[in-house]
């Protein structure tokens, strides 16, 4: 056999691995969405100072991700039932955070005349958003213990966002 045969040959039996390994393991899910790893982030805390807070500080719990903004009419309806789950769930196991890209002071401001004990986090350049695909607003990511999106709504739907949280926390 010529070395232009042995060396075509050799092509397309790597081109044949390649395909048989492509096609027998089940590709990852596209980043941001349902299944996918969640991306790490880091968010900057809101009306309690200027620490940043990084995702990775709560592995290993359910995180629910609410993005918001202060001129949103939808979120500030959705904030009481947001209120009433947070303080169902806080005691389980569950983080939640409630992400805006607003400037700093428009979103103090609006928390400071609100009555809400969840916390919320600021991402100035909104890098959070557009690593969990938001496309609109109120939109709320739920993360499993093991780090995958397990949900992801835009708009208010509290009915699925608990049973979305209850999964969650049904899985070990």
Known sequence: MNRFATRGFRNALLLAGMAAVLFACEPPAPEGEIGALAPEFEVQQLATGTDTVSSTEFKGKVMVIDFWATWCGPCRKAFPEFEKTFRDYQDKGVVFAAITDEDRKVAEEFIRRMDYSFPFYRDPFGL???????????????????????????????????????EALAKS
């Open 128 to 166: 959070v958003a557009k690593g969990f695909k938001v496309n609109g607003l109120p939109s709320t990511v739920v993360v499993g213990k093991d780090g995958k999106i397990v949900a992801h709504f835009t708009g208010a739907d509290p009915a699925s966002l608990r049973a979305a949280i209850d």
